[in-house]
């Protein structure tokens, strides 16, 4: 069975530029999960969706964060101007909603602003 | 107070010794609990899942969670030098919701 797939695996880019990121969760799985790992403050949710709805957003650290989920088998996180404190790993993970089943992680994009 | 507290170690331990993990918490709306393996370089790996108070055993691993006093553990049995990873603790309010982590402890079991 295909896992969670995200893409890129790694992005370097500059301060300023556009940085978009790809999830596309388990195959029949109705809620997706947006999450960032630190060394300083762990793993952290910072949006999810039910049924390609934004359930809880309050995670997303500021207006320069969107996401989106277009589709149950696609999502996109996008960071517009990215800057160097966004550095981090970006994890999406996908569940069945109702089933009380856990959450399936992606090996997650390694993000580094330069 | 942060919700999830989770000593991050690092722990090191020779093969074959039991090891001991535990988190705590504050916010008693949590009934469900899992513990993650993390390697380096990977995604979060769910490894016990529970729900609200009691104990579960799979193989080597045991997990406890102790409502009254907003505690669990993880317990690993004759730890192997593969069991070396990241021990994340996580817990939500409900099956399908965010989940709130701890910072996750390192283990390094020695050959």
């Known amino acids: 069975d295909a896992g969670v797939i995200q893409s890129p695996r790694h992005e370097v880019t500059e301060m300023g530029q556009e940085v978009t990121l790809r999830c596309k969760p388990i195959?029949?799985?109705?809620?997706l999960f947006w999450y960032r790992q630190t060394m300083m403050r762990g793993l952290e949710l910072l949006i999810y969706f039910n049924n390609n709805v934004p359930i809880d957003d309050s995670g997303m650290p500021e207006d320069r964060f969107s996401a989106k989920m277009p589709n149950a088998s696609f999502s996109t996180l996008k960071i517009q101007p990215s800057e160097p404190r966004d550095s981090a790993v970006y994890f999406c993970a996908s569940s069945l909603r109702d089933t009380n089943q856990p959450q399936h992680f992606g090996d997650g994009t390694r993000l580094s602003i330069l | 107070q942060k919700e999830v507290e989770q000593d991050p170690g690092p722990l090191s331990v020779p093969e074959g010794a039991i090891v001991s993990l535990n988190c705590t918490y504050s916010n008693s709306a949590f009934q469900y609990f899992m513990w993650y393996r993390q390697y380096s370089r990977k995604g979060p790996e769910l490894l016990m899942y529970t729900y609200s108070s009691g104990n579960k055993e799979d193989g080597r691993f045991t997990a406890q969670v102790d409502k009254s006093s907003k505690y669990i553990s993880l317990f690993i049995r004759d730890s192997q030098p593969s069991d070396s990873a990241t021990y994340l603790c996580a817990m939500s309010r409900g099956g399908s919701e965010k989940l709130v982590f701890g910072k996750g402890t390192k283990l390094t079991v020695n050959p």
């Open positions: 195959s029949g799985h109705n809620s």
